[in-house]
């Protein structure tokens, strides 16, 4: 089964509001964490990445946080855009995943309300 | 920037074609991956490669084969295409396995088969 999931496939939020993804794992070995940005009609965009020994790693507008207790990886976006719009996937990796230890998550849509 | 690139955007076959799919990247890396992208499904792992001339199977191969003759170029080779592998086909690529590097994605194929 799915050693990544998501809590949500669907998630509605106003623009201007922050949006919070959320991802479980279950493998405690997983060093690496992804999370990807899937438009409409177009390939998975890398959007950040954080590893194993980190708790939060943040970027323009993102940021990710890792709770390694509950094995829980979360991607929060501040000041929701129309362009945020999308599929969110999480990915990890873990010695013995998926073809080079990368396995993905089955994504959350995000919708932006006007 | 790194630019993964699909031949085709959109496919339509009938039962029984032979139906290829390609693939380019110019950032000279190692691994490149073919999944399918179905609803509800995620992204599932069909075929990769490490090298030239090299292919492992990934979770669901079966009607599918894949080339790799050069290092920049993965096609995905359909047999005898049949109405189930209707789906997005998106290819990938990274540097070494031993990397953290994330997958970098082409826009997608989406293959419809009559």
């Known amino acids: 089964g799915e050693s990544v999931g998501l809590h949500l496939p669907t998630l509605s939020v106003q623009e201007g509001d922050n949006s919070i993804i959320n991802c479980a794992y279950s493998?405690?070995?997983?060093?690496?964490f992804i999370w990807y940005k899937q438009e409409s009609g177009k390939g998975p965009q890398f959007i950040i990445d954080?590893?194993?020994?980190?708790d939060k790693r943040q970027g323009q507008r993102v940021t990710v946080l890792l709770n390694k207790t509950v094995k829980h990886l979360s991607l929060q976006i501040a000041a929701t855009q129309p362009g945020d719009s999308a599929v969110y996937f999480c990915a990890e990796r873990y010695s013995g995943g998926g073809a080079d230890g990368l396995t993905f998550g089955k994504g959350t849509h995000l919708i932006i309300q006007p | 920037d790194v630019k993964v690139t699909q031949s085709s955007r959109y496919l339509v076959k009938r039962t029984g074609e032979k139906v290829f799919l390609e693939c380019v990247q110019d950032?000279?890396?190692?691994?490149m991956f073919w999944y399918r992208q179905d609803p509800g499904l995620g992204l599932r792992l069909i075929y990769f490669s490490y090298d030239v001339k090299m292919k492992e199977k990934g979770d669901i191969p079966e009607g599918y084969s894949v080339s790799r003759e050069k290092k920049e170029r993965f096609s995905l080779i359909l047999e005898s295409a049949s109405t189930n592998q209707t789906s997005m086909y998106l290819c990938?690529?990274?540097?070494?396995?031993?990397?953290?590097?994330?997958?970098?994605f082409g826009p997608g194929t989406r293959l419809t088969v009559l």
């Open positions: 493998n405690s070995a997983s060093d690496y």
């Open positions: 954080i590893r194993s020994n980190m």
């Open positions: 950032m000279d890396h190692e691994n």
């Open positions: 990938a690529s990274s540097f070494m396995r031993t990397s953290y590097n994330e997958q970098f």
